[in-house]
């Protein structure tokens, strides 16, 4: 027997597996267990998703689990998938809270639709950046946090996250409810928390001042992000999949991950030489940890690129 991790749709559960003849081997049950956990998490982002007000829609339209269960008149066991609609549950917690909103279009309707989402986003009022500006945002829609002036510290947190610390991120013990009453703004509105994709977007709106939650490309397929800013050619953005044009102030984007870039070391011909960055959710379960996210980390850059497979990054224009 051996402790082990398994991931489902990258939320992870510790458990155990066997190891046979040089394979390992995990139990049914164990899959069906962290399809389970997958799903609670999936639940709590929908519902702290459509009650912020500010998404249209959940990250994730449908969930795709597993299902084991034991037939005790066949003596075997059933395994089928299962499939939820989060974005009627999304939909309906809208409609309770009375902020109903409208389904999804079918695809015989969505040209329309999408002609006329787009016609209110650039009727609604911007930023000085061009931005749209959010209800609740507009604070950090205008300078954000000035950049730094030198490397910071190792193990330095710069981000603002929680409002009083004391507070704790959750609620309870269990880590499945987000205290979201004592996350500063950017954190709060941005979901799922204590994703990787949270914090780097989050940490982007906090600092440049750039909020792009109305793009569709701010879902948790961190692999099509660079891909999508390139080809929608916006305004305030850009992405760039060349390694040695990394800046501060940056999403860098990995697959399966994404982390901000803080701070960069160049040297005399511009080349970069040493990295400070911050992340969430590198190697843990998928829930904000103040021991351990957001904390400034340093790495030469052949090692900060080599880390994990390399996408591109994300910036202001």
Request: glycine share 8%.
């Amino acid at each position: 027997m051996k402790n082990a991790e398994l991931a489902y749709n990258s939320f992870v559960i510790n458990t155990e597996c066997f190891l046979l003849n040089g394979r390992y081997y995990f139990k049914l049950a164990d899959f069906a267990a962290a399809s389970d956990n997958a799903f609670e998490r999936e639940m709590i982002s929908v519902e702290d998703t459509a009650k912020g007000g500010i998404l249209d829609a959940p990250f994730n339209e449908k969930f795709d689990g597993v299902s084991v269960k034991w037939n005790d008149d066949t003596k075997v066991i059933d395994v089928k998938r299962t499939s939820t609609d989060l974005m009627k549950i999304f939909n309906d917690i809208r409609a309770n809270g009375g902020n109903p909103v409208t389904t999804k279009p079918s695809e015989a309707e969505s040209d329309t639709n999408n002609t006329a989402s787009n016609n209110t986003q650039n009727t609604a009022d911007t930023n000085k950046k061009g931005t749209p500006v959010i209800a609740g945002f507009e604070d950090y829609h205008n300078d954000g946090q000035p950049p730094l002036t030198e490397a910071p510290k190792e193990g330095e947190v710069l981000a603002n996250i929680l409002i009083d610390e004391s507070k704790g991120a959750y609620l309870g013990s269990d880590f499945k409810r987000a205290n979201l009453d004592n996350y500063t703004i950017p954190y709060r509105k941005i979901g799922p928390i204590g994703e990787c994709t949270w914090y780097a977007r989050a940490r982007f709106l906090e600092t440049v001042g750039i909020s792009t939650l109305y793009e569709q490309y701010w879902g948790n397929g961190v692999e099509n992000w660079v891909n999508n800013v390139q080809t929608k050619n916006l305004s305030y953005i850009k992405a760039t999949t060349d390694p040695y044009a990394i800046q501060p102030r940056s999403i860098g984007v990995y697959q399966g991950h994404a982390l901000f870039v803080e701070w960069v070391d160049y040297d005399a011909d511009g080349k970069p030489v040493t990295v400070y960055f911050t992340e969430a959710n590198n190697g843990h379960d998928g829930r904000y940890r103040p021991e351990q996210d957001a904390k400034v980390k340093v790495l030469p850059f052949d090692d900060f690129i080599q880390r994990q497979p390399f996408i591109g990054y994300i910036m202001e224009k």
